[in-house]
């Protein structure tokens, strides 16, 4: 099955750091790439959708100058959170969709960065 | 985009089948149904999906009436590993994207 990996799968930094998370999908090319961020007892939050190539399209509410989302290559996706604070703190994972053709693409998903900030 | 119900959480025993229903009533046309499950600290994983009527693989099958607007999700003999986090999802085509809803806290006793 389609294997989608994540880098680092958890990170301590400082008030004020930039931390990069990897998203890259191992056996498959992923076109579409989406990142979620997940507070404890939450659900899955949908952050930003990333295509190759082009821009991010954000949700409504997240900084895009503070998210700053990469997919530069059909198998990697990176977030970096700039200035990072305390309230950053989460889990974010990240999935991707290929290009199979028909009506619907299913989602790998990956195992998700928890990323504390103190 | 279609929005789901779940129940907030839901008990059961080892052993037993547990059934597990989505409310979708907004539910789209070219909309699948999608069922994921997740354990603390890692990424969804994808159990199971249907559009219409029922579906069965090794792990669950999935129940769809006529009118779409709900699912079911049975799980057999569950086991004390099945206690996690189950996400019914709606989408289409446009775009793949996803919206979670609560889920459902399964949790699976002794």
Same mark, same amino acid.
């Given at each position: 099955?389609?294997?989608?990996?994540?880098?680092?799968?958890?990170?301590?930094?400082?008030?004020?750091?930039?931390?990069?998370?990897?998203?890259?999908?191992?056996?498959?090319?992923? #076109?579409?790439?989406?990142?979620?961020?997940?507070?404890?007892?939450?659900?899955?939050?949908?952050?930003?959708?990333?295509?190759?190539?082009?821009?991010? #399209?954000?949700?409504?509410?997240?900084?895009?100058?503070?998210?700053?989302?990469?997919?530069?290559?059909? #198998?990697?996706?990176?977030?970096?959170?700039?200035?990072?604070?305390?309230?950053?703190?989460?889990?974010?994972?990240?999935?991707?969709?290929?290009?199979?053709?028909?009506?619907?693409?299913?989602?790998?998903?990956?195992?998700?960065?928890?990323? #504390?900030?103190? | 985009?279609?929005?789901?119900?779940?129940?907030?959480?839901?008990?059961?025993?080892?052993?037993?089948?547990?059934?597990?229903?989505?409310?979708?009533?907004?539910?789209?046309?070219?909309?699948?149904?999608?069922?994921?499950?997740?354990?603390?600290?890692?990424?969804?994983?994808?159990?199971?999906?249907?559009?219409?009527?029922?579906?069965?693989?090794?792990?669950?099958?999935?129940?769809?009436?006529?009118?779409?607007?709900?699912?079911?999700?049975?799980?057999?003999?569950?086991?004390?590993?099945?206690?996690?986090?189950?996400?019914?999802?709606?989408?289409?085509?446009?775009?793949?994207?996803?919206?979670?809803?609560?889920?459902?806290?399964?949790?699976?006793?002794?």
């Amino acid at each position: 099955g389609a294997v989608v990996s994540q880098h680092p799968s958890w990170v301590i930094c400082k008030s004020g750091t930039s931390v990069k998370i990897e998203c890259r999908s191992l056996d498959f090319q992923a #076109t579409t790439m989406f990142w979620y961020r997940q507070f404890p007892k939450q659900s899955l939050m949908l952050m930003a959708t990333s295509n190759e190539g082009s821009k991010a #399209t954000y949700e409504q509410g997240v900084e895009k100058d503070k998210f700053l989302i990469n997919h530069a290559s059909l #198998t990697l996706s990176t977030l970096t959170v700039t200035s990072a604070h305390p309230e950053d703190s989460s889990f974010y994972i990240c999935s991707a969709t290929e290009e199979a053709g028909g009506t619907y693409n299913e989602q790998f998903f990956g195992p998700g960065t928890r990323l #504390t900030v103190l | 985009l279609a929005k789901t119900t779940q129940p907030i959480s839901m008990d059961s025993y080892e052993g037993q089948e547990v059934n597990i229903t989505c409310s979708h009533n907004n539910i789209a046309t070219n909309d699948y149904i999608t069922w994921y499950q997740q354990f603390p600290s890692q990424g969804p994983r994808f159990i199971i999906q249907g559009y219409k009527t029922k579906v069965t693989n090794e792990v669950a099958s999935l129940f769809i009436p006529a009118d779409r607007k709900s699912s079911t999700l049975s799980l057999p003999r569950v086991s004390l590993s099945d206690t996690a986090v189950y996400y019914c999802l709606v989408a289409g085509d446009a775009g793949n994207m996803l919206t979670f809803g609560g889920g459902t806290r399964l949790m699976v006793k002794p």
